[in-house]
């Protein structure tokens, strides 16, 4: 007995059936998204804010539990710092540079000095270069032990994705309350 | 003699008829699956993308206001949004503008002898399409006679957004002060009892 129909007429059939659903399937995708960059980009986005507020965030706790071994490696290979106490580019130098300033200010968990509250955060993106805004306000204590703010300014940043991860390409403190003229 | 109708050829047919049906109705189930999930997936996404816009302009609202840009805040504004706050009502950025001059001063930005600042947090934003509003708070720092820190006002801020193109802008601010070191009657400051 001969088969009711012959495999190959039937494969021919089943592709142009397939080809067809899968031109029609182009022909009405929403056309509502053409506009926009995809949807893997724009969620790529996302997450790159997200990393560099995480980055803006760390880089006060860093400094206010005086870890200065994490804090420089907030930096890309070249990253620069600038601020009252000059500038150091690369994270060697910027760790030899905090190690000596910060030496007569050690953390103590029980018995905290000053904290960095970080704030205002302005985060432009454009692909691995992103600019940022941001202020700091330093607190500390009285001579009584109440809560006072010190020092407030502003840092103005510019941030890199570097081996995927963003860090610091340049980070300028500015000392605005009360300024600072160096 | 043979059939009108060759059996055989009209089983074939059969076949090859069902076959296509088959892939059609498989190719529509997956293409409405697909084309449902990547539009509810573009949603979530798309209402990220607004939390991040109206944080940002949250704070950029302080940042031109620390900086005296005042005309540039307004850029924030939609053509009919209002300002409200101790100092009145004004509808459209020309309007707020005159208010803020009466009221409030020229206070030009020298970033060398920088007066005050808005410290910005507790953003609440609740987007709905193409709207949302947000609960904020602020608080000024200010420098003393001695150029000492201090916290001199805070406040909260009250807002509807809307979205205007690929823009969120500002369709009405209350900017509200909750604990400042004078209080408010009959459109001037007074001391608090």
Known sequence: ???????????????AAAALAISTDAIVLPASAADKPPLEARVRKLEDEAQIRHLLVEYGDALDTRDFARYSQLFAKEGAWTGSLGTAKGPAAILALMLKSFKDSPYDPKNVKTFHLDTNFLIRIDGDRATVLS????????????????????????????????KFLSRVTVNDIPPLNY | ?????????????????????????????????????????EARVQKLEDESQIRYLLVEYGHLMDTGDRVGTLKLFTKDATWSGRIGTAKGPKAILEMWAKFLGNRPYDPKDVKSFYLMSNALIR???????ALSKWTLFAKSPDSKLYTQVAGHFDDVFVRDGDQWKFQSRGAWRDISPDCWADGAAVPCK
């Not at chain 2, 047919?13 to 997936?41: E, K, P, Q």
């Open chain 2, 1 to 41: 003699m043979p059939a009108i109708i060759n059996i055989r050829k009209l089983q074939r047919a059969a076949v090859l008829a069902a076959t296509v049906l088959a892939f059609w109705v498989i190719a529509l189930v997956m293409r409405n699956t697909d084309a449902a999930g990547a539009s509810a997936l």
């Open chain 2, 127 to 133: 987007v709905d399409g193409d709207r949302a509003t």
């Open chain 1, 135 to 166: 202020k700091w306000t330093v607190f500390g204590r009285t001579q009584d032990n109440k809560l006072e703010p010190h020092l407030a300014g502003h840092y103005d940043d510019t941030i890199v994705r570097e081996n995927g991860q963003w």
């Open chain 1, 1 to 15: 007995m001969t088969t009711i129909i012959d495999i190959e007429q039937w494969f021919k059939c089943a592709v």
